[in-house]
T-cell receptor, first 115, second 111 residues
Framework: EAGVVQSPRYKIIEKKQPVAFWCNPI?????LYWYLQNLGQGPELLIR????????DSQLPKDRFSAERLKGVDSTLKIQPAELGDSAVYLC?????????????FGPGTRLTVL | AQSVTQLDSHVSVSEGTPVLLRCNYS??????LFWYVQHPNKGLQLLLK??????LVKGINGFEAEFKKSETSFHLTKPSAHMSDAAEYFC?????????FGTGTSLTVIP
């Protein structure tokens, strides 16, 4: 069974440019998460989806970040415009139902470098 | 509120010796607890999880962890370290449908 797929794996852009990341969760998983992981830190939640609905986006910087999961399957996270401080790894994860006991399965991440 | 503290940012052990990675948690709910491992340039992989069943949890690759409510701890152990265990380890507390990650412990295995 395929795991969580993310693309691209690496992205280098100049500041003020837009960038988008794509995630395809494990088939049948209703809950999808986007995390931000800075170097030497643990992942921090940006947004959580239950099917198509964003149920927790309190940590998403809405002035420049946006996300969508239109059909309740794959998802896109966008940054526009990117800033130097956005350089990090962006992780996508999925779980079956989003319960506290559910395991989250993580993709390999997208490493973003903003120059 | 939920939080997790990994007490050591770096741990070094010799190959074949025991591994102990320490984790304390704080939770307003009955928590679920997880340990994940992250190898360089790889995704996070689940080692084991505790969800209110047996307090001693066995995971993959010979790792295990014991949930101690009185000490609010969930330390990860392995009897004998292997070179392939060198990685970053994250303790996670889950409650109220949210995951809270620790800052990670980097494990070095010395040949």
């Amino acid at each position: 069974e395929a795991g969580v797929v993310q693309s691209p794996r690496y992205k280098i852009i100049e500041k003020k440019q837009p960038v988008a990341f794509w995630c395809n969760p494990i088939s049948g998983h209703n809950t999808l998460y986007w995390y931000l992981q800075n170097l030497g830190q643990g992942p921090e939640l940006l947004i959580r989806y239950e099917n198509e609905e964003a149920v927790d986006d309190s940590q998403l910087p809405k002035d420049r970040f946006s996300a969508e999961r239109l059909k309740g399957v794959d998802s896109t996270l966008k940054i526009q415009p990117a800033e130097l401080g956005d350089s990090a790894v962006y992780l996508c994860a999925s779980s079956l139902e989003g319960q506290s006991t559910d395991t989250q399965y993580f993709g390999p991440g997208t490493r973003l470098t903003v120059l | 509120a939920q939080s997790v503290t990994q007490l050591d940012s770096h741990v070094s052990v010799s190959e074949g010796t025991p591994v102990l990675l320490r984790c304390n948690y704080s939770s307003s709910y009955s928590p679920s607890l997880f340990w994940y491992v992250q190898h360089p340039n790889k995704g996070l992989q689940l080692l084991l999880k505790y969800t209110s069943a047996a307090t001693l949890v066995k995971g993959i690759n010979g790792f295990e962890a014991e949930f101690k409510k009185s000490e609010t701890s969930f330390h990860l152990t392995k009897p004998s370290a292997h070179m392939s265990d060198a990685a970053e380890y994250f303790c996670v507390v889950s409650a109220g449908n949210q995951f809270y990650f620790g800052t990670g412990t980097s494990l070095t295995v010395i040949p």
